[in-house]
């Protein structure tokens, strides 16, 4: 069964449009109070992108991750930003979703993907989760289908790095 899970993940990797070293959209979706969230506001951060679902188990089980790793980074002035898309269900499922989901993980950023438009050009159109990061000048650095707990150590050594990036030449300007 391993076997068949594995492929089923490769298979949806396969189908990702978004690979290391493009420029995604620049539309990340709205909050529930209606601000549009976008990938040039964030320029200067690594981003990392979430896209889930409530019915998605993976998904629910990643979300404390990210959050408790957005709040480890704001606590330590670190330039990171983890947006959590919810694709493809209802306004009122996200809004209902949302206001739980910001009890319990105030840190994350949490946008609406009504009909998975968004998604699309990452492959969450084909399964989720989907988590896509991105170089501080906005580049894709690394695409992830599926979430497992044996991922931890890697994924955090990913963002690790990216953080370790010095900002791109126009945030930099920007700093000083």
Known sequence: MGVALLGLLLCFAANAEMKPGDTPPDALGTTQAGQVVSMSSLRGKVVVISFWATWCGYCMKEMPVLANLQSLATE???????????????RETFVRSSRALRRSLPSLLLTWDRDGSLGKPYGADQGIPVMVMLHRDGTVAHVHVGYGEDMLDSLV????????????????????
């Open 157 to 176: 050594a990913e963002i690790n790095g990216l953080l370790a990036e010095p900002p791109p030449a126009s945030a930099a300007v920007a700093a000083n």
């Open 76 to 90: 330590r002035g670190l330039p990171l930003q983890v947006v959590s898309i919810d694709s493809k269900e209802s």
